[in-house]
């Protein structure tokens, strides 16, 4: 029997629609069975880790306890020093004040031809204050009686009067945190920096001087160390005046005298007599505290008051809050590991 082209045609095309049928359902079987093989929802890999290595996430709210203190002094050990006196209407009076020793250059020595301290002046220097810049201040400054030691830590409540019962005053000046005594053209300079110049007994310039040549003495200007083994040191007080606290940044001591200089020019050497300066400043290398006082503050909080539901802060060395956390949360915490603790507080 002979079969037609159509007819093998149509053979083939069953044959074809067959196959693909057989592949669908083959397709469909393992898809369902693929989709189905898996029926844990829980994390990847979260079987094959021991039971006591799972880490499990709590957090919970602790109330804790606040309380205000009162704080009487904090170690002095800043780099700046404060001076002025400000009152303010809810805290109180806050006056500051500082001592410190001089820096005396290693081999400090004056030129030869010098007979004599012209002028010596103390300058405070500054870049900011706070209170009214107008207010009229008054700075006095004293030598001090006896030796501050560099190794050991002094606090904001030295006893000062310990250290100054001579009362050797050095000098004295009014100044306005404002500096209104520069005028506008001076403050418009690049250079220009808000300083208090303290005019000093020329007395102490010349005793500088006669030491530094005296072989019994002159050893006390080879070293800064021996140098703060001859002089104690100053203490700068503002004994007058309330309304600013200037900070200050760099104080030093400056001797003025003539001397003689010499300079070459094209007809040759000529000698110049010019005014020159030497300078013993207060750094890093020396000792230095600041001293803060509240003479007033319990005139106007009352920090023991438990009907008060405020804690306050009031600082330097005036009032802290103390914050306590219950005990038992340490005993609950007993071998967990804690991710991370905030303490919000309203202000």
Known sequence: MTKS????????VSRLRASLSTLTIVFSFLLMAGLSACSDEGLLGQ??????????????????????VVVDSILSRSASAYLGEFTDPFFGTTSCDFLAQLYCPYEQAFPDDVEQIDSAFLYLYYDSWFGDSSTLMNASVYELDKPLKRGMPYYTNFP?????????????????AGDMYATDSMKALS????????????????????DSRDPAKAAYFKTPDAFNEYFNGLYVDCDFGNGSITYITHTELELCYWTTL??????????????????FPITKEVKQVNRFTHPDLRQYVDPFNASDSLNYIFSPAGLYTRVTVPSDVFAQLNGKAINAMNLKIEA
């Open 5 to 12: 082209v159509a007819d093998q045609s149509g053979t083939s």
């Open 191 to 210: 250079t220009y920096q808000p300083v208090i110049r303290i005019p000093i007994d020329v007395n102490l310039g010349n005793r500088f001087l006669a």
């Open 262 to 279: 010499e300079s070459v020019t094209v007809e040759g050497a000529r000698d110049s007599f010019v005014v020159a300066s030497s300078y």
């Open 47 to 68: 079987s094959l880790q021991p039971g006591q290595d799972v880490i499990s996430v709590y957090y919970d709210t602790v109330s804790v306890y606040s309380e205000t």
């Open 160 to 176: 000062v009067k310990d250290y100054i019962q001579q009362a050797r005053l050095l000098g004295k000046t009014s100044f306005t």
